[in-house]
Every structure is written in structure tokens, then in C-alpha cells.
């Protein structure tokens, strides 16, 4: 059972709509990455989070420590959005400790 | 900008054979991650260094070797390989600024072992 759970696994919306794709962790972290990889594309970090929220143009990511939960949103959504996203945590503490990557939400933005 | 570099993009191996796959990662980060991804499955980690010393090791095959060299290129050794060991492996590379991290991934070399 993996330890990093995303909910959906897959999400279908149409242009313009509001997003959020979640992940929850089974115990405390010292970072969570979201990542987006592309259809035969390379993965890109979106943001990096140990606590609070963070915003880049039309995405925010926001993580509840105590919860052990953290939330990407995607406004005003594009066709061009449509990617797999990625939950990805760090428990260790070290440098190079590994990163475990949740299973991924497919999503397709339909124009 | 330069990206992380992973070579080569495509290789096709016979059973039994060796494989060696390279990353070269951004310049001054001084942190290898390697995962193996099986098609439809999630990544799973093999091994990463940290300053050319192995930091954390996950479900890397005896097989299987990797270092990380004085350039903080890193390679990983496959021997012996096996029909399962197909799949794409992709390494990222990062560097600490205080809390914050920025990872950067390469695009995998996509392994066929025939």
C-alpha cells in the first residue's frame, strides 16, 4: 500500500473550471514536491512545500502539517493544464534522502 | 538554461547483458536521485547520492551499482539484466537553499532488455 495516497486518480474538466487534486501522507514530512509530467514528457517540479501555501501564476499548493494533507489548485483551467500531477514526500531529513511518489492524478481539460 | 542530461534516451539491451546509463545534473547541485518506472507503474526509488557519497538506497537490485563522480555526474550500472528490468529510468537533480529545494528532472533513459 503506498503511503502517499492522491485522490482522484483520474479527473476530466472542461476549460475554465476550478481544480484541486488532493494527497494525504501516513505520517509527518519534511517536504512535499508537486510534480507535473506531460504525455512522454519529463517531469517539472511544480512547487516544493514544508508548510503554508505557495502560488505561481494560476496554481497554489497549500499543505496542512497536522492533517498530513496537502491540496494543488489549478484556476481557471486550460487545455494545455492536462498532464499527470504528482504528489511526491520526503521524510528524511538528509540531503538526498529519496522522495516517494504518490500514484498520480491523470487530468484531462477538455476545450 | 541547462537542463539535467541523461544519456542514452534509448537503449535495447539482449537478456544477461550490461547497461550503463549516465546523468549529468545541473550545474552546481550536488544531489543524484535514480528511479526506475515501469510502464503504468509509479516511480520507485533506487538509490541517490549526496556530494558524491550514497545518501539514501531503496529497492536497487544487487545487480545493479551507481556512484556519483567528482563532476557530480552519477551513473548506474546494470548487470545481468533481466526482461523486467525494462522500463524507463530517470534521475533528478537538486541543490538545498536553506528550507527550500528545486528539483530538476532529466527525461530517462527508456530501457528495452530483449
Known amino acids: 500500500k503506498n503511503e502517499v495516497e492522491q485522490s482522484p486518480q483520474n479527473l476530466t474538466a472542461q476549460e475554465g473550471e476550478f481544480i484541486t487534486i488532493n494527497c494525504s501522507y501516513s505520517?509527518?514530512?519534511?517536504?512535499l514536491h508537486w510534480l507535473q509530467q506531460h504525455p512522454g514528457g519529463g517531469i517539472v517540479s511544480l512547487f516544493m512545500?514544508?508548510?503554508g501555501k505557495k502560488k505561481h501564476g494560476r496554481l497554489i499548493a497549500t499543505i496542512n502539517i497536522q492533517e498530513k494533507h496537502s491540496s494543488l489548485h489549478i484556476t481557471a483551467s486550460h487545455p494545455r493544464d492536462s498532464a499527470v500531477y504528482i504528489c511526491?514526500?520526503?521524510?528524511?531529513?538528509?540531503?538526498?534522502?529519496?522522495?516517494?511518489f504518490g500514484e498520480g492524478t491523470q487530468l484531462t481539460v477538455n476545450p | 538554461a541547462a537542463g539535467v542530461i541523461q544519456s542514452p534516451r534509448h537503449l535495447i539491451k539482449e537478456k544477461r547483458e550490461t547497461a550503463t546509463l549516465k546523468c549529468y545534473p545541473i550545474?552546481?547541485?550536488?544531489?543524484v536521485y535514480w528511479y526506475q518506472q515501469g510502464p503504468g507503474q509509479d516511480p520507485q526509488f533506487l538509490i541517490s547520492?549526496?556530494?558524491?557519497?550514497?545518501?539514501d538506497k531503496g529497492s536497487i537490485p544487487d545487480r545493479f551499482s551507481a556512484q556519483q563522480f567528482s563532476d557530480y555526474h552519477s551513473e548506474l550500472n546494470m548487470s545481468s539484466l533481466e526482461l523486467g528490468d525494462s522500463a524507463l529510468y530517470f534521475c533528478?537533480?537538486?541543490?538545498?537553499?536553506?528550507?527550500?529545494?528545486?528539483?530538476?528532472f532529466g527525461s530517462g533513459t527508456q530501457l528495452s532488455v530483449l
Open positions: 533528478a537533480s537538486s541543490r538545498r537553499d536553506g528550507i527550500n529545494e528545486k528539483l530538476f
Open positions: 505520517v509527518g514530512i519534511s517536504a
Open positions: 512545500l514544508s508548510s
Open positions: 511526491a514526500v520526503r521524510w528524511g531529513e538528509t540531503s538526498g534522502s529519496r522522495l516517494t
Open positions: 550545474p552546481r547541485h550536488d544531489t
Open positions: 547520492f549526496y556530494e558524491k557519497m550514497q545518501s
